[in-house]
């Protein structure tokens, strides 16, 4: 970081290390700071998100983590085809149909087991036709000579050709 001065104190940082986080964006979307003591604690709905210790002049080194919530929603809208596994095995990318079964039976969620071919697992498992058997065959030694051919060639080599 390098500090500069035009008559006022200006941090200019030409390619971060480390991620920056704004306090006045997070003061926006109602988040409460507090600073003091060298210390600084964002708080939202009377819930401590992140703690700070200043390092340097102007710099708060925030402790901060991702905090799973304890409720998920699976969906937020009702669908005519919620009900259907087929419907679930697509959300949940194309997961094994029982293994999607059982998870949702677990969250309590009922779902109509059918018997939906699903076309794009059956092309993601697919292999590629093999090649047709060849009507012309070598019967000796460099009777037929397969070459890649290419050029001229813009850029040099290493050798410089």
Known sequence: MISCSFG?????????????????IA????????????QVKLTRDDIIVGTGVREGKSLYKMNMHVVKPAVVCLTSAVNPKSDQLQFWHERFCHQNQ??????????GVNVQLDE????????????????HSRTCRA????????????GPMEELSLRGM
């Open 27 to 38: 003061d926006m979307k109602g988040y409460y700071i507090c600073a003091e003591n060298s």
């Open 139 to 150: 019967s000796k030694p460099r009777e037929i000579i397969h070459a890649d051919v290419c």
């Open 98 to 107: 029982e293994y999607v079964q059982e998870f949702l039976h677990q969250e």
């Open 8 to 24: 006022m104190n200006v941090w200019y940082v030409p390619k971060p290390g480390v991620n920056l986080f704004s306090l006045i």
């Open 116 to 131: 939906y071919f699903c076309e794009a697992c059956a092309y993601g498992k697919s292999h590629r036709q093999l090649f």
